[in-house]
T-cell receptor
Framework: DAGVTQSPTHLIKTRGQQVTLRCSPI?????VSWYQQVLGQGPQFIFQ???????GRGNFPDRFSARQFPNYSSELNVNALLLGDSALYLC?????????????FGSGTRLTVV | QKEVEQNSGPLSVPEGAIASLNCTYS??????FFWYRQYSGKSPELIMS????GDKEDGRFTAQLNKASQYVSLLIRDSQPSDSATYLC????????????FGQGTRLTINP
């Protein structure tokens, strides 16, 4: 079975641009979460989606948005990129979004803003 | 006070010894506890989950949870050089968004 897949793997953008990151969860998983990991830190929660509805949002500005599609895949959009948005963006899937399941992470998208 | 705290290390352990990694958390509503391993340049990989007080063993790994003291630990027996990585502790709450709250990670080095 395929794991969590993310695309693209790497991305270089200029300040002020917009970026869209994509994620496909493990087959049968209905919940997708997004995390940002800055070098030397643990991942920080951005969004959780379950059955196409936003279940939670972390402490990130409105420049960050996301959505989940009927096939449970998801996109993360970041507008007006700042240098500080440079990070590894991780997608994680979970069968139900519940607290009693572990989350499986994709390989991530490394975003560099110049 | 950080929600999840770990010693950032580096923690250096000789090959074949026991590596002990610790984590404390601040929210008593935390219900699920996870250890992730992250190799340099890679994404986190789930290695242990624990939900109730006590010990949980899986191969060379043992997770320990003490909710009264609000700490969770990971023991790695017979440490191998391939265990060298950053270990992330994460917790979730039963209420609200089921987000993982991570510590900053402990960098572990196993010396041959």
């Amino acid at each position: 079975d395929a794991g969590v897949t993310q695309s693209p793997t790497h991305l270089i953008k200029t300040r002020g641009q917009q970026v869209t990151l994509r994620c496909s969860p493990i087959s049968g998983h209905k919940s997708v979460s997004w995390y940002q990991q800055v070098l030397g830190q643990g991942p920080q929660f951005i969004f959780q989606y379950y059955e196409k509805e936003e279940r939670g949002r972390g402490n990130f500005p409105d420049r960050f948005s996301a959505r989940q599609f009927p096939n449970y895949s998801s996109e993360l959009n970041v507008n007006a990129l700042l240098l500080g948005d440079s990070a590894l963006y991780l997608c994680a899937s979970n069968p139900t979004g519940g607290w009693n399941y572990g989350y499986t992470f994709g390989s991530g998208t490394r975003l560099t803003v110049v | 006070q950080k929600e999840v705290e770990q010693n950032s290390g580096p923690l250096s352990v000789p090959e074949g010894a026991i590596a002990s990694l610790n984590c404390t958390y601040s929210d008593r509503g935390s219900q699920s506890f996870f250890w992730y391993r992250q190799y340099s340049g890679k994404s986190p990989e789930l290695i242990m989950s624990i939900y109730s007080n006590g010990d949980k063993e899986d191969g060379r790994f043992t997770a320990q949870l003490n909710k009264a003291s609000q700490y969770v630990s990971l023991l790695i027996r017979d440490s191998q050089p391939s265990d060298s990585a950053t270990y992330l502790c994460a917790v979730t709450l039963i209420q609200g968004a089921q987000k993982l709250v991570f510590g900053q990670g402990t960098r572990l080095t196993i010396n041959p």
